[in-house]
């Protein structure tokens, strides 16, 4: 385990997975991340590489050949080298292996860059085409924020602020697949109230959001999180059945539609980048 610390707040990262495992504010006292209790999702926040949620019968067909990745990919459940740059940063490195290239046919380098800024902990993600060829990958994130992580509080005193949405329009999960069905959310004043049946039907996909900050809040204390994140197109909200967590999850892919033809070169969302390019994005999480 790895400790990254600085005025503010403290936070703990595993070499498996390059995983986020605490996230702390001195000022609050208060944990943010959820503890990863297996009785709901023993994840605290995982890397979704090179692939995000399901696959139509959990593979993909590339060049003539099919291959079998299980959802989310495999980045989660590999160990990645690291380097602890400084008191508040760290590096995590992950490339292909034996293994990878037994089921995803690339040579990567994907790289995740954690640092605290102040009252922030800034996650970048980096992938680096270390081919010969064209690589095809999506990545995404899957922060889970304890709900409720303050004293006298419940689920339902929680809610998620929008920056710029006053409406949300998500893509229904039909066995883990995005079906053609679409449905409204008004928000009042921005604001999604958080409800466990909101997640009974698995997670809410959304194609075109358009804010850029998602405030974790609550109706009973002043304490709470600013979740920012850009160039992200697509994002998930979820939460296991019932459980006192909320994930909240810019993705750059998406799960393959019911009708995918399962060819990797025309997935949506595929990102593709050429032989020896860079290409990045971040999230940050601000407690408050």
Same mark, same amino acid.
Not at 144 to 158: Q, S
Not at 180 to 201: A, P, Q, S, V
């Given at each position: ?14 070499? $498996? ?47 003539? $050949? ?7 990919? !495999?980045?989660? *459940?590999?160990?990645? &080298? !690291? ?13 292909? &292996? ?12 994907? $790289? ?44 339902? *005193?929680?809610?998620?602020? !929008? ?31 958080? $409800?466990?049946?909101? !997640? ?11 804010? &850029? ?5 609550? &109706? ?13 197109? =697509? =994002? ?19 799960? *393959? ?32």
């Amino acid at each position: 385990m790895i400790t990254l610390e600085n005025d503010y707040i403290k936070v703990s990262l595993a070499a $498996k997975g390059a995983e986020l495992q605490g996230l702390f504010s001195k000022e609050t006292k208060l944990e943010y991340l959820w503890n990863a209790n297996p009785k709901y999702w023993a994840k605290h926040s995982p890397v979704l590489f090179p692939i995000v949620g399901s696959l139509k019968n959990n593979s993909f067909t590339y060049q003539g $050949k099919s291959y079998e990745l299980p959802r989310h990919g !495999f980045a989660r *459940d590999h160990v990645f &080298n !690291f380097e602890k740059i400084s008191e508040t940063e760290a590096v995590f490195t992950l490339t292909q &292996n034996e293994d990878t290239l037994k089921v995803y046919p690339f040579y990567f380098e994907l $790289k995740l860059r954690y640092q605290l800024i102040d009252r922030k902990l800034n996650l970048t993600y980096e992938v680096i085409n270390t081919g010969t060829a064209e690589l095809l990958f999506s990545i995404g994130a899957h922060p889970a924020f304890a709900v409720p992580n303050t004293p006298n509080t419940v689920y339902e *005193d929680y809610y998620l602020a !929008f920056n710029t949405d006053e409406k949300l329009t998500f893509w229904k999960l039909e066995d883990g697949l995005v079906a053609d069905e679409t449905e409204l959310i008004e928000l009042g004043g921005h604001r999604l109230n958080l $409800k466990h049946d909101l !997640f009974y039907n698995d997670a809410l996909v959304f194609k075109t959001l358009q804010s &850029n900050c998602i405030s974790l809040l609550n &109706n009973k204390n002043d304490y709470g999180l600013h979740f920012h994140f850009e160039e992200f197109p =697509f =994002f998930g909200i979820w939460a296991a059945t019932d459980a006192p967590f909320i994930c909240l999850e810019p993705w750059c892919g998406v799960a *393959d539609g019911v009708n995918h033809d399962q060819e990797l070169t025309r997935k949506e969302g595929i990102v593709k980048l050429g032989v020896g390019e860079n290409w990045s994005r971040f999230w940050e999480a601000e407690c408050f």
